[in-house]
């Protein structure tokens, strides 16, 4: 039987979180003869993976021949923002149930993109299912191991990598980061950790108010049985919520499971869920002059920091079925 053309010219295109479609060209004479496709695919070793792999084991999608561009989804659990690379060989299985099999094509490159809305929505829901009853606050507070702060205004930063491998915002929104968790017993903010002694506290209506718009972000745990929900609050208007418009589920501000502001006998009230801890992130800079800052009498509890913690995989609670 006449040897098949190897296929060339591949092309990447319609990349998610978790699927692509992927074309290449062949010769004219292959086109009715080919019945299957073999892809390669193969997550881009880093510095940081198992220099021990076994580097023969393929990673091989056998499909039936269909029109080309084709959709690939769901045959690999494939991650977010993860780079790949792939090369496609075709096939003709003959009356044996042997493949008379083509050359390799040139491997091609390409990097998954980060979780959308749909999928946001998905952890959301996954949130809301153990976010527990809402609690009274009044303050927003932040912790750090110096007193003093550069100038009199904390100004955004990059938010680090910690969460869900896929959440939009790591590594793309600017921020300040603040907690409003509050002990059971006191309403008040813990007197411990994990970020130092010194605690800068403002009083919530500054940050959080009709004029906020309330975005939900992410929803993680790092081995342990806490979960973390991650919020944004963005002034309407601003380009921390022009960012979070395209990107993140939008939350009703005075209804829903995690952080509410809604007006009681005319005056602001605030509630945050009892049953995670709540990660805000504030996309404008903030005045020092309208907090106070002083000194926590409890512990630094180092263990519990997020700072660029990974998510656990493997948690039923807090993963969907698209990747971590």
């Not at 191991?145 to 205004?153: A, L, P, S």
């Not at 910690?162 to 980061?177: N, W």
């Not at 829903?256 to 992130?281: M, P, W, Y």
Request: proline share 5%.
């Amino acid at each position: 039987m006449e040897l098949l053309s190897t296929p060339h010219s591949i092309e990447i295109n319609n990349i998610t979180c978790d699927s692509f479609r992927i074309s290449w060209a062949m010769e004219d004479s292959d086109l009715e003869r080919v019945t299957h496709y073999f892809i390669d695919l193969n997550k881009k070793e880093n510095k940081n993976s198992n220099k021990f792999k076994h580097r023969d084991v393929p990673t091989k999608l056998v499909a039936k021949a269909v029109p080309l561009p084709m959709t690939v989804r769901g045959h690999w659990f494939l991650s977010p923002r993860t780079e790949y690379s792939v090369a496609v060989q075709t096939a003709v299985k003959q009356s044996d149930g042997e493949y008379l099999v083509s050359g390799w094509s040139e491997t091609v490159e390409f990097c998954t993109g980060d979780y959308a809305k749909e999928h946001l929505a998905q952890l959301q829901e996954k949130a809301e299912q153990i976010a527990g009853r809402m609690l009274r606050f009044s303050v927003f507070y932040r912790n750090h191991h110096k007193e003093t702060h550069c100038g009199n205004v904390l100004q955004p930063y990059l938010k680090d990598n910690s969460g869900s491998h896929g959440s939009p915002t790591s590594g793309m929104l600017h921020g300040v980061f603040f907690s409003c968790n509050t002990e059971f017993n006191t309403g008040q903010p813990p007197q411990d950790s994990p970020y130092g002694r010194w605690r800068f506290q403002i009083p919530a209506q500054r940050l959080f108010n009709p004029s906020t718009n309330l975005y939900f972000a992410d929803f993680y745990c790092m081995y342990t049985a806490y979960h973390y929900a991650i919020l944004v609050l963005a002034p309407k208007g601003s380009l921390g919520d022009r960012f979070c418009r395209d990107r993140l589920p939008l939350l009703d501000i005075a209804c829903n499971k995690f952080l509410t502001c809604s007006v009681e006998d005319g005056e602001l009230i605030f509630r945050h869920a009892q049953d995670l801890i709540l990660e805000i992130i504030y996309t404008e800079p903030v005045d020092l002059s309208l907090g106070t800052l002083g000194e926590i009498s409890g512990h630094q509890l180092m263990s519990l920091s997020t700072a660029d913690a990974k998510k656990d995989p493997s948690c039923k609670t807090c993963n969907i079925s698209v990747g971590r």
